[in-house]
C-alpha cells in the first residue's frame, strides 16, 4: 500500500479567511514533504519533514505554516493567502533512506483557489 | 546544479502506436531516477524507477533504462491506449529530501 490521503479535495478561500489542508499516511514514513503546482509546471518543493522535525523551508512566506502533529500526519495551515497562492498543493512521504535512494510517493493533493 | 531536461510537448499519438519521451540529466554522483505520471485533476504517480545504472524500470508497459553513458532515462511504450493520455514529469533524487523534476511532457492519445 502506498497510498497518501489529501482533504480537501478542493477548496475556495478569500484572502482573509484562516483555512487547513491535511495530509495523511499509514505507510511507517518519516519524512513528509509539501508542494505547490502551478498550472503547466512541475511541483516545487515548500517544507520537508523529518521524523516529525521541520528540515526544509524553501523560504516559503509565513502565511503558510506547516505542522507535522505526528509521524502520520502534516497539516498546512493558511492564512491572509493572495490570489497568487492559488495552486494544487500535493503531499508526498517517503521511508527516509540514506543516500539518493528515498522514493517520494504523493498524494491526490487538493485544489486550492484564493479569491 | 542537478537538472532534468525533457522533451517538449505535447506528443500527439494515435491509439497503438509506440511511445518515447526522452529524458536526460545533469547530476553528481549516482542518483535515482523516476518517471511520474500525472493525469488530469489528479496528483502525481509514481510510474516507475531505477536506482543504478543499467537497472530497467518497468510498470503497466512503460518502460525505462538508466543509461549512465548517455545520461538518460527515456520513457517508452510499445502500445499506447487513450487512457495512457496524461502528463509525464522525469526526476531524479538529488539527495534525500531533493527531487528535481524535468518540465514535464504531455501525452495526448486519440482513437
Known amino acids: 500500500d502506498t497510498e497518501v490521503t489529501q482533504t480537501p479535495k478542493h477548496l475556495v478561500m478569500g484572502m482573509t479567511n484562516k483555512k487547513s489542508l491535511k495530509c495523511e499516511q499509514h505507510?511507517?514514513?518519516?519524512?513528509m514533504y509539501w508542494y505547490k503546482q502551478k498550472a503547466k509546471k512541475p511541483p516545487e518543493l515548500m517544507f520537508v519533514?523529518?521524523?516529525?522535525?521541520?528540515?526544509i523551508n524553501e523560504s516559503v512566506p509565513s502565511r503558510f505554516s506547516p505542522e507535522c502533529p505526528n509521524s502520520s500526519l502534516l497539516n498546512l495551515h493558511l492564512h491572509a493567502l493572495q490570489p497568487e497562492d492559488s495552486a494544487l498543493y500535493l503531499c508526498?512521504?517517503?521511508?527516509?533512506?540514506?543516500?539518493?535512494?528515498?522514493?517520494?510517493?504523493f498524494g491526490p493533493g487538493t485544489r486550492l483557489t484564493v479569491l | 546544479g542537478d537538472s532534468v531536461t525533457q522533451m517538449e510537448g505535447p506528443v500527439t499519438l494515435s491509439e497503438e502506436a509506440f511511445l518515447t519521451i526522452n529524458c536526460t540529466y545533469t547530476?553528481?554522483?549516482?542518483?535515482?531516477l523516476f518517471w511520474y505520471v500525472q493525469y488530469p485533476g489528479e496528483g502525481l504517480q509514481l510510474l516507475l524507477k531505477?536506482?543504478?545504472?543499467?537497472d530497467k524500470g518497468s510498470n503497466k508497459g512503460f518502460e525505462a533504462t538508466y543509461r549512465k553513458e548517455t545520461t538518460s532515462f527515456h520513457l517508452e511504450k510499445g502500445s499506447v491506449q487513450v487512457s495512457d493520455s496524461a502528463v509525464y514529469f522525469c526526476?531524479?533524487?538529488?539527495?534525500?529530501?531533493?527531487?528535481?523534476f524535468g518540465t514535464g511532457t504531455r501525452l495526448q492519445v486519440f482513437p
Open positions: 508526498a512521504s517517503s521511508q527516509r533512506l540514506a543516500g539518493f535512494k528515498d522514493t517520494q510517493y
Open positions: 505507510m511507517g514514513h518519516r519524512a
Open positions: 519533514y523529518s521524523y516529525e522535525k521541520l528540515s
Open positions: 547530476a553528481t554522483g549516482y542518483p535515482s
Open positions: 531505477a536506482t543504478k545504472a543499467d
Open positions: 526526476a531524479l533524487s538529488s539527495g534525500p529530501d531533493k527531487l528535481i
